[in-house]
Each structure stands twice: as structure tokens, then as C-alpha cells.
T-cell receptor, first 109, second 116 residues
Framework: EDQVTQSPEALRLQEGESSSLNCSYT??????LFWYRQDPGKGPEFLFT???AGEEKEKERLKATLTKKESFLHITAPKPEDSATYLC??????????FGSGTRLSIRP | EAGVAQSPRYKIIEKRQSVAFWCNPI?????LYWYQQILGQGPKLLIQ????????DSQLPKDRFSAERLKGVDSTLKIQPAKLEDSAVYLC??????????????FGPGTRLTVL
């Protein structure tokens, strides 16, 4: 059965303290892995799509990487406005979309 | 460009009552998705449409939930009768591409349903 697991569930960092969020997946025929950001009371907002192992994408302080078993979202020198829940999702060859439960990130000034 | 519109934003009903949610996707987006997000969890896909057709509804509780997308544009999701465990945020999303290489999804603000 396809599965997506995110860790840690919650992460508290000091402003400027870099870290990484993990998304482990077991998916038959991965077609794409997505990262979204979700603020309280809002719908998820698209960040990145990764399609193959070894691929990397960057946007401001965020960098996403992909291997055959997991994806990482690296946050460099985060700011308080980066506080949010970060969700990863997979899309399979069977047209199945599965979201992880997310990592709640809190950045203290 | 206007985003995905959803209404109502909030709904409170009693168990065994019926409720309907409406979604209008971004203009030109062929694919529309309905998700259920329970507090503290990630979104769970209920149904995916491409134009008028259903791509995936494997996780839709068909004994009580129904969804339609007439004319391949806006969509409604209905729950009849509602149960306590249906309390959640119902998210609608749309994307440009359908089967094959899946493109980014744009989400609406969601409808928060409370079942008492």
C-alpha cells in the first residue's frame, strides 16, 4: 500500500537556524512529489514539484531534494514568516494522490 | 487571475442533516479535486475530476458523499446524512493538467464543517 510519512511532526527553530524536513514515501510508480506550505485557516500553497531522483529545486530560503525513497525540504536561515505547516504529497502512475500529515514549523525571532 | 472560490466558508449542522459545498475552479483548469482535511492531518483526496469525468473516487464514502461537476466547470460536494466524524475542512483544488504528468494544484480557502 502506498504511504507518505513526514517527520518531525513539529519543529521549533530560532531565527537563522537552518534545518531540514523529511518526507519518506513508499509509492508504486512515482510520477511526482510535491511540497506545499499551509498557513492556519488557508488552503495549501504550492512550492515545488520534483519528478526524478537527484532533482533539486530552490526558492528563496527553501531547497527541495528527491531520492528514490525520500525527499527533504531544507530551510536556510529561516525567518519568522516561514512559520507554517509544510506538506508533501505524491502522485503515482495509478493516478493516486497521497498527502503526508505535515510538519508544523515554528520560527522564533 | 482569480483563485479557486469556495462557499460557504463555515457550516455548522447537526448529525443526520444534509450539507452541500460549492467550488468554482480557476478558469481553464481541466482538473478539479475535493479533499477532506481533519484537524492535525494532511488532506485526503475524496474525488478527482478531469472535465466532467471522474479520475479517482476510491476514497469517497459513496454511501453518504456525492459529487458532481456539470459542464466541466464548477462542482458541488454533498454529504447526506452527516456524521460526527465528517467534521473537517473540505478543500477544493484545480490544476491545468490531468492524467499523466501532474501539475501544481491551486487550492481554495476551504469550508470548515462542524457536525454536532
Amino acid at each position: 500500500e502506498d504511504q507518505v510519512t513526514q517527520s518531525p511532526e513539529a519543529l521549533r527553530l530560532q531565527e537563522g537556524e537552518s534545518s531540514s524536513l523529511n518526507c519518506s514515501y513508499t509509492v508504486s510508480g512515482l510520477r511526482g512529489l510535491f511540497w506545499y506550505r499551509q498557513d492556519p485557516g488557508k488552503g495549501p500553497e504550492f512550492l515545488f514539484t520534483l519528478y526524478s531522483a537527484g532533482e533539486e529545486k530552490e526558492k528563496e530560503r527553501l531547497k527541495a531534494t528527491l531520492t528514490k525513497k525520500e525527499s527533504f525540504l531544507h530551510i536556510t536561515a529561516p525567518k519568522p514568516e516561514d512559520s507554517a505547516t509544510y506538506l508533501c504529497a505524491t502522485y503515482s502512475s495509478a493516478s493516486k494522490i497521497i498527502f503526508g500529515s505535515g510538519t508544523r514549523l515554528s520560527i522564533r525571532p | 487571475e482569480a483563485g479557486v472560490a469556495q462557499s460557504p466558508r463555515y457550516k455548522i449542522i447537526e448529525k443526520r442533516q444534509s450539507v452541500a459545498f460549492w467550488c468554482n475552479p480557476i478558469s481553464g483548469h481541466a482538473t478539479l479535486y475535493w479533499y477532506q482535511q481533519i484537524l492535525g492531518q494532511g488532506p485526503k483526496l475524496l474525488i478527482q475530476f478531469q472535465n466532467n469525468g471522474v479520475v479517482d473516487d476510491s476514497q469517497l464514502p459513496k454511501d453518504r458523499f456525492s459529487a458532481e461537476r456539470l459542464k466541466g466547470v464548477d462542482s458541488t460536494l454533498k454529504i447526506q446524512p452527516a456524521k460526527l466524524e465528517d467534521s473537517a475542512v473540505y478543500l477544493c483544488a484545480s490544476s491545468q493538467l490531468g492524467r499523466g504528468r501532474n501539475n501544481e494544484q491551486f487550492f481554495g480557502p476551504g469550508t470548515r464543517l462542524t457536525v454536532l
